[in-house]
Structures are given as C-alpha cells and as structure tokens.
T-cell receptor, first 112, second 110 residues
C-alpha cells in the first residue's frame, strides 16, 4: 500500500545503546521530517530533509543522527540512547513547501 | 523563537453544539496555517489548511484566519462524540519548518 511506514511500532532499549528508527514513504515526496511528541511539549521537530542527501536540524537535534541516501527512506538514529529520549516519534512527509504533512503511525520508544 | 499558542483544554461541548478552537502565533511573516486532529494513541491527520485571510469551509469544519491579529481558529459545527480528540494548530513562515502548538483537547459530550 502507498503511504508512509514507520518501524518498529514499539521499541524498548537500554541507556547507551544505539537504536535506529526507520521511515519509508512510497509517494516520492521530496520533504521528510522527524518529530518527537511528549506530554507538555507537543510535537517538536528533530531533523528534516528537503531532498536526498540534504538534511537540516530542527528544534531538538542533539543526540540524533539522520541520513537520506534515497528519497523514500529517512532513518533516525539515536547514537547513545538516554532516558530523556523516551518518547513517541513520528515521521512525516510532504510533496512541497508549503504543503500539508502526512504522518506515519509513530514509534513508541522506551529507554530504560 | 517562533511560538504557536493554544489553550490546552479540555474544551467540553455538548453534542450538536459548535466547538471553537483558537490559536495565536508570534511570527508576523507566517503564511500557511494548518489544523490537524489527533486521536489518543494515533498520529495527527490533516483537517484543513488556510493561506488567506477570512473563512474557509469544508463540511462541518470552518477555518478562520486573521493575520492582522495573528489569530487562526477552527469551528466545528454539529459536534459529534467522534470529534473528541486533540486539535493541533500548525503555522509556517517562509522557508522555516512548520511549528506546532501543543494542542487543544476537545471533548464532545453525548
């Protein structure tokens, strides 16, 4: 099915471990985004990408790494997970600027 | 720091009434405005977007934009229990990424 898919849906990891959240979209949208959503903070932008091989920091990029070697994939890596990175992570895409965002189903990450 | 402010709620309205959700923003250069609905445990989904001053209607939903007052609102007519969700306002200025408010939780009472 066409759309935007995140994996895994749920992940539990330990402090200090590296973890990668995957995001794949089938629309060939040029823009892709990673947000985290926490109670009291709403949706905060971590990183975004306007095209393959182009990435930019958002509001809360520290501790995260992204890459975009192909238009359809935008993985988010936590290099050394911390408890403060426990959150729900949403990937989103859009076909232009400005254009509405289309969100994936989210990944609930717990860092113990 | 660009800010988008929403009352966190909960906003409680009876079934069949009009729900009015409000959003203010700090960046006068903002040009694009979006309303998303998010059910508990789900991802945000787009309801409407508006770019020009005035009203924009789509079914039971009306978005209202007043750039002079830096104010955008969402009206939901004939509110239904299925409209109970958190409503997120999002604002975009120029080439900067979308900024989301923290959302208003709406509860429609049957």
């Amino acid at each position: 099915d066409a759309g935007i898919t995140q994996s895994p849906r749920y992940k539990i990891t330990e402090t200090g471990r590296q973890v990668t959240l995957m995001c794949h979209q089938t629309w060939s949208h040029s823009y892709m985004f990673w947000y985290r959503q926490d109670l009291g903070h709403g949706l905060r932008l971590i990183y975004y990408s306007a095209a393959a091989d182009i990435t930019d920091k958002g509001e809360v990029p520290d501790g995260y790494v992204v890459s975009r070697s192909k238009t359809e994939n935008f993985p988010l890596t936590l290099e050394s997970a911390t408890r403060s990175q426990t959150s729900v992570y949403f990937c989103a895409s859009s076909d232009g600027d400005p254009s509405p965002l289309h969100f994936g189903n989210g990944t609930r990450l717990t860092v113990t | 720091q660009k800010e988008v402010e929403q009352n966190s709620g909960p906003l409680s309205v009876p079934e069949g009434a009009i729900a009015s959700l409000n959003c203010t923003y700090s960046d006068r250069g903002s040009q694009s405005f979006f309303w998303y609905r998010q059910y508990s445990g789900k991802s945000p989904e787009l309801i409407m977007f508006i770019y020009s001053n005035g009203d924009k209607e789509d079914g039971r939903f009306t978005a209202q934009l007043n750039k002079a007052s830096q104010y955008v609102s969402l009206l939901i007519r004939d509110s239904q229990p299925s409209d109970s969700a958190t409503y997120l306002c999002a604002v975009k200025a120029g080439n900067t990424p979308l900024v989301f408010g923290k959302g208003t939780r709406l509860s429609v009472i049957a």
